[in-house]
């Protein structure tokens, strides 16, 4: 029987090998005759393996023991390999499911569970990176449009329906209500009514979800987002040189001070208030060791929660830096993960730029899938999602599958509701596309890639996949490093909620 690998080998600083196991989710400690027997019992069998083993190494036990561990843990649970017949039963499904499969994964699983509503097209800052602008050919452009309570109104009953339906088979179901942009708080009324229709109307519990620049978070807004309990997520990209660079006003002037006084006002206001959280981009003329200050030092202002890098694709912004200021950039990059390790190592929780950065790079490592962790048979691989799992609604009533992804992959509207064969051909078209090579990936149960990094004006266009491999792996080294001094340094990851809430 032909096996093929579904595994990756790491080092930590330390000098020690591990192997991360992309079947069971697994990470084995492991020496050169474990990794020789892996490596071997690929292409022989156990028998064959041994011999080849006795003929390079003299310690026998050792090479018994690896392939005890060998033949006990690939019995048991399929582990570090796929047969072809694996992967054929696999990929059956990916292109042979239809509606049907569709609504069962959305309704009586319950994927579905946010509407966002894209209350205003239009926004009162010009950032130099947004998705949403001339720099980004695959994205819409900012525009004047704006929501109307009716289309409004539409989009949250038909949402309501269809959260009445998961109710009766998920009785303690939760949906989330987004509210986007542009700034969505140029429509504050809208929002308001949204709210109080909400309130009404929604068949199961909720919570209000906002994402703004800051720029009017003050006064009567600030105050009703948070007497209604509103997560509050704002834009702020550092210190004034840093967020001044980008994340300026028509005419080019930057919005930092109206931010920064707006957080100063509304943290002293509502101290106790844990639902507000600070997102910050950076780029390659970022000044990270600034942002590490800057952020380490203002504690009278929200806690930053979240950190990305500006796109990379179909754009041209990247043009604008030379070698210097990528070389510059790289160092930068290292020392913030120097001082993330050392302090990782040293048990010294540091709530600092540094921190964030560190904890967000290696989440993915351990919030990986385990072995008995599912995923929905028509996208095995990759990180994407079922459209309608989320509905995103733009200004003129029709769905999006998310609010990040062009407008060529629209799968209904607020008239006529969720066009279930769209999202048929939306999947078939990425797999096609996107996961023709994944099988086989140590990384297909825990690759970030969606829709939003793939999306193009024909389909979707295939990644890197060398670059978020290594990526994988380099974060996989960082924090078995830290384990080896620090056992306990990521205790808190083995609680999925705890972590999430405490960003």
């Known amino acids: 029987m032909k096996r093929n690998k579904c595994f990756m080998s790491f080092n930590t600083y330390s000098g020690n090998t591990y192997i991360y196991d992309a079947r069971t989710g697994c990470i084995f400690a492991s020496d050169e005759i474990l990794m020789d027997a892996i490596e071997l019992f690929q292409d022989n069998s156990i028998d064959e393996t041994r011999q080849k083993l006795l003929a390079k190494y003299e310690n026998k036990d050792k090479i018994e023991g690896a392939l005890s561990f060998i033949s006990k843990i690939t019995q048991k649970w399929n582990a570090f390999y796929k047969s072809d017949n694996d992967i054929r039963k696999e990929k059956r499904f990916i292109y042979n499911f239809n509606e049907e499969a569709i ?19 239009d926004c009162n800052l ?54 986007y942009g542009g700034e969505p708080l140029l429509n504050f009324d809208l929002i308001k009514s949204c709210v109080e229709y909400t309130k009404n109307n929604c068949p199961v519990r909720y919570i209000f979800n906002i994402t703004t620049n800051g720029t009017l978070l003050n006064g009567e807004i600030a105050d009703y987002l948070i007497k209604n309990e509103f997560y509050i997520s704002i834009s702020l990209d550092g210190d004034k040189i840093n967020h001044d660079r980008n994340r300026v006003f028509e005419g080019g002037i930057g919005s930092f001070e109206r931010v920064y006084e707006n957080l100063l006002i ?29 952020f380490k030092n203002n504690t009278l202002i929200p806690k930053l929660t979240f950190i990305n890098q500006v796109l990379e694709r179909n754009t041209d912004y990247y043009d604008q830096f030379n070698d210097e200021d990528i070389q510059r ?37 351990f919030l990986r899938q385990k072995a008995k962790d599912s995923r929905l048979p028509m996208i095995p691989y990759t990180g994407t999602c079922i459209p ?95 384990l080896e001094s620090n056992p306990n340094a990521y205790d808190y990851f083995t609680n999925k909620l705890e972590w999430t809430l405490n960003r």
């Open 388 to 482: 309608g799992m989320k509905i995103s609604v733009r200004s003129d009533g029709n769905f999006e599958i998310c609010e990040r992804v062009g407008d060529d992959k629209i799968i209904g509207n607020i008239d006529e509701g969720i066009d279930y064969s769209k999202i048929v051909k939306i999947i078939q078209r990425y797999n096609e596309d996107v996961t023709k090579e994944c099988a086989c990936c140590p990384l297909y149960k825990a690759c970030p890639v969606c829709y939003s990094f793939t999306s193009s004006s024909n389909g979707f266009e295939k990644m890197n996949c060398n670059n978020i491999i290594e990526n994988f792996r380099a974060q996989l080294s960082i924090s078995y490093s830290i």
């Open 103 to 121: 609504k069962i994964c959305l309704y009586k699983l319950a994927q579905m569970s946010q509407l966002i509503l894209s209350v205003t097209e």
């Open 266 to 294: 509304l943290k002293k206001k509502y101290p106790e208030y844990d639902r507000l959280s600070l997102m910050s981009v950076y780029d390659y003329g970022t000044d990270l060791m600034r942002n590490q200050d800057f």
């Open 126 to 179: 010009k950032c130099k990176y947004c998705i949403f602008s001339e720099t980004y050919s695959n994205t819409r452009n900012k525009t004047a449009n704006v929501m109307s309570k009716d289309t409004a109104f539409s989009a949250l009953d038909y949402f309501f329906d269809k959260m009445k339906d998961i109710s009766y088979v998920h009785p303690g179901k939760i949906c989330s209500i987004t509210f």
């Open 329 to 365: 950039f790289v160092s930068e990059y290292g020392e913030i993960y120097r001082l993330y390790i050392e302090n990782k190592k040293e048990n010294l929780y540091e709530y600092s730029y540094a921190s964030v950065m560190g904890d967000l790079g290696v989440a993915a490592v």
